[in-house]
């Protein structure tokens, strides 16, 4: 199989970055649909209006997003594990109060 660098060999060295700036858009693209997601799920509604920032760098946006995507992720796990132990405890109290 050839290298990518054979396949690429016509692309500049900017051309290249480009391709892979696209690509890490893409990735915070893809976290910021699942935040949207997660949001909807939640009932909440998001912010009418933009909020107006200064200008935040590329790396430090993608940094904060990965924090975010993480953070969110374990919640939905801890949230999870919580029902599942919520619903046990509520079968064991209905089968003490049948058995009582």
Known sequence: MPSSRW???????FQLTFVNQV????????KL???KDQISKAGL????RPVSQPD?????LEF???EH?????EMNSNSERLRQSYNELLEFKMVLQKGF
Do not use: T, V, Y
């Open 7 to 13: 396949l690429n060999a016509d692309k500049s060295p």
């Open 23 to 30: 690509k890490r858009c893409a990735e915070m693209s893809r």
């Open 33 to 35: 649909r699942f935040f």
């Open 45 to 48: 509604l998001g912010s009418i």
């Open 56 to 60: 935040i760098e590329l790396e430090e």
């Open 64 to 66: 904060q997003l990965g």
């Open 69 to 73: 995507e993480h953070e969110l992720i």
